[in-house]
């Protein structure tokens, strides 16, 4: 008989995090009793009986030799062969799924992965072909974690918790064999400190591993939250006192006294260097009182010395950080989202978690406040009493959760790189290294600008004002003359366009949210419209003016040109609208935990929707171009088109402006040349208005009858209206007109 050869579900697991003392032979061994447990129960499955798991363990090295973050290459490495269809299935911890997703984006991200957001585009979202109510017997904050917007994408898989595993005996006190005791007793009230200093005191060894990334991370989440509540709830502004000049000093200083304590030699490399493996070794060996490991490595002790064999305690105060693991789907797979959300949920359901369990010391996802009421659940606890009691005290602690807020960098780079800084600082003992580090992990260097944010504000408050009086001021001479040939309803459309591009600059400072970034996309597209297109209707208006030489003609019809302007404005603001309804906004952060970063405002698919808007804009500016050489042609001695040339550098200028507010690395003066950069933008756009229509309502001002004088003097008839126009060229001869006038009138009386 000839057997069909099965298909391979690719399944990546990252090795055992003690690669040393988890043999070989037990991967192996895990491996095929997994698949074992899975084409036994797809045995009497048509869609499934055909397949079989094929695990892959990621060569995982938990401590770096090369400086280099481990989950750094690890993640890179997951959106490179994930295209190539190199896994089916991947199994991740929510310290990596989703850590891409932040309000904040980071820029990194995108450099690295070459996507966006991986999780998202990279992972099936698995929620249509999944019941929710098969996963209702998880417990509802690791549910939580797998999904995204209420989309299923990673089901639970385990669950663990950091554990101090101790030996009863007490042999490793030099006083008496009650001292491990005492402090296993007393380990709720004690913090970090305390029970090292007690140790110390008991001359107990104490060998903690700090070589694997998110040990350290845990480790400095627990030492922390011992001190400080690290919850919104308690203190909004938690993550403070990691930065926060005295207080974060006095921090440092007592953490970095600490591990050095508790360091080979006292010196802290070596503890940033020691892996699991090593820890578990001294412990073996007695030269360490306490083994800090997870929950689940009680099987390796199990093994070793039977249930009644090494027993555990919970980190002091209770306080345990926590990992969850979750079963995704690759996108690229070739196998079906169906088929793999199907194998998914029998590797993850009730039935698969215990197997597990009794086989290899998993900890299961179980929503266990239903204990009472659910007989697998008493089974279980049954079967490991020690780990479901420690589950009834801990005080988890959900990393993520703290570092998670509006402003913050995704997780990605939280975990790339603030556990190498830690050891880092560890070692140097450089405390501003470390500060500026976590600052730069929620703040934004435009966040703290000082009196020169203040100064900022005010000055664009200032020329704002100004502005608003330049536009009373030519809605009151509308009918001058020299105000009326220069279109000013359309001047003053441009003053606000001005406005509005002084306004777009807050952008950058506090508060940030999405719907900021939507309504200031709608103010930058009103600010260019509102100043290039009154503009051509202004150039267009003068060159008809040079034409008919009069005010009167049907083609200068304001309220047609009106019409004209609001409409070719409305294209471009619905179009705006559109995007504002139809795609997904977030903030790319310039800059990264290393640099200091400042928000940007961005939307999905920008790239493509900004090539038409600005084809829309080049086709205006062309336009724009021709009417002003048309209109400079009309006439030699017309001079004042000019105006038109500097609206048209303003917004060259404002382009450029905006790439200094997020370009300067000023480091501690970031916020000078942020005033100085608002301080030019402000002084363009002042002399562009003045350009505009402030130079002609001075000469209203100064010289009242100045029109009528000049009119009297002037060949010209009163309908010629391009003797209104040249104002630069005609300023000077016209201010010398009146004096002449005035002067032969002074001569004329003296002489009566």
């Not at 002042?686 to 100064?702: D, E, G, H, K, T």
């Amino acid at each position: 008989m000839i057997f069909a050869k099965k298909q391979r579900i690719k399944i990546c697991i990252k090795q055992p995090d003690m690669p040393r003392t988890v043999l070989h032979d037990d991967w192996e061994k895990y491996r095929n009793e997994l698949n074992n447990y899975f084409v036994e129960k797809v045995k009497d499955n048509e869609r499934l009986n055909n397949y079989e798991l094929d695990i892959y363990f990621y060569p995982y090295i938990p401590v770096e030799t090369n400086g280099q973050s481990v989950p750094f290459d690890y993640m890179n490495d997951l959106a490179k062969v994930l295209p190539r269809k190199e896994y089916d299935m991947i199994l991740l911890d929510e310290r990596i799924l989703f850590n891409d997703i932040a309000l904040m984006e980071s820029e990194r991200i995108f450099k690295e992965t070459k996507f966006r957001q991986p999780s998202l585009e990279l992972l099936h979202d698995l929620t249509k072909y999944i019941n929710k109510d098969d996963l209702e017997f998880h417990d509802p904050k690791i549910l939580s974690y797998g999904m995204y917007k209420k989309k299923i994408y990673g089901i639970p898989f385990e669950y663990d918790f950091d554990v101090l595993y101790y030996h009863k005996d007490g042999e490793n006190s030099n006083a008496n064999g009650s001292d491990t005791m005492a402090l296993v007793e007393n380990m709720k009230d004690f913090t970090w400190e305390s029970l090292l200093e007690k140790m110390e005191k008991n001359s107990q060894p104490f060998v903690l591993a700090l070589g694997d990334d998110n040990d350290v991370l845990n480790f400095v989440i627990e030492y922390t939250n011992n001190i400080h509540t690290l919850s919104p709830e308690y203190n909004p502004d938690y993550i403070k006192i990691f930065y926060d000049d005295e207080e974060s000093t006095d921090f440092y200083t007592k953490f970095r006294d600490l591990v050095k304590s508790f360091s080979p030699n006292n010196e802290p490399i070596k503890a940033a260097r020691t892996s699991l493996d090593d820890a578990y070794s001294s412990f073996l060996t007695k030269n360490s009182t306490f083994f800090k490991a997870k929950a689940s490595h009680n099987f390796l002790f199990k093994s070793k010395y039977g249930n009644d064999g090494i027993p555990l305690s919970l980190p002091p105060k209770y306080q345990s950080a926590t990992t969850n693991k979750y079963l995704v789907a690759n996108k690229y797979s070739d196998i079906k989202p169906d088929l793999l959300a199907e194998v998914a949920l029998i590797l993850t359901d009730k039935e698969a978690q215990l197997f597990r369990a009794e086989k290899y010391g998993s900890i299961p996802t179980f929503d266990f406040t239903k204990k009472d009421s659910d007989q697998d659940l008493q089974d279980y606890c049954n079967n490991n009493p020690v780990i479901c009691d420690a589950m009834d005290k801990v005080e988890k602690l959900y990393i993520r959760d703290i570092f998670s807020s509006d402003t913050m960098v995704p997780f990605y780079e939280i975990l790339c790189f603030i556990p190498i800084r830690f050891k880092n600082f560890f070692i140097t003992n450089d405390i501003k290294y470390i500060e500026f580090s976590l600052k730069n992990v929620n703040e934004f260097i435009t966040d703290n600008l000082g009196v020169y944010g203040v100064l900022s504000i005010i000055l664009t408050i200032l020329v704002i004002v100004f502005c608003c009086f330049v536009i009373y001021m030519t809605y009151k001479l509308k009918e001058h003359p020299y105000i009326k040939v220069i279109s000013p309803i359309f001047c003053n459309l441009i003053v606000i366009g001005c406005i509005l591009n002084m306004i777009k600059l807050l952008k950058f400072i506090p508060p940030y949210s999405r719907g900021k970034i939507k309504i200031f996309l709608i103010l930058e597209t009103l600010g260019t419209n509102l100043i290039y297109i009154p503009m051509f209707a202004v150039a267009y208006r003068i060159f008809r003016i040079y034409k008919t030489k009069s005010f009167m003609s049907n083609s200068l019809n304001n309220k047609r040109l009106l019409i004209g302007i609001f409409s070719a404005i409305s294209i471009a603001v619905i179009y705006k609208i559109v995007i504002v309804f139809t795609c997904s906004f977030y903030y790319t952060a310039i800059g990264s935990v290393t640099y200091a970063r400042i928000p940007v405002g961005n939307y999905s698919n920008n790239e493509l929707f900004n090539k038409i808007y600005q084809i829309y804009l080049t086709f205006v500016f062309i336009l724009l171009i021709f009417m002003i050489i048309a209109t400079g042609s009309r006439s030699k001695n017309f001079g004042d088109i000019c105006y038109t040339f500097v609206i048209f550098s303003t917004n060259i200028s404002d382009f450029l402006v905006e790439r200094l507010i997020t370009k300067l690395d000023g480091g501690d003066n970031y916020p000078l040349y942020f005033f100085l950069t608002i301080l030019f933008n402000c002084f363009l756009h002042f002399s562009c208005v003045y350009v505009l229509v402030v130079s002609r309502i001075v000469l209203i001002l100064l010289y009242p009858n100045s029109e009528k004088n000049t009119s009297q003097s002037n060949t010209n008839s009163y309908n010629d209206a391009t003797q209104y126009i040249g104002l630069r060229f005609k300023l000077k001869n016209r201010i010398s007109t009146l004096k002449y006038i005035k002067r032969k009138s002074n001569i004329y009386t003296e002489r009566v």
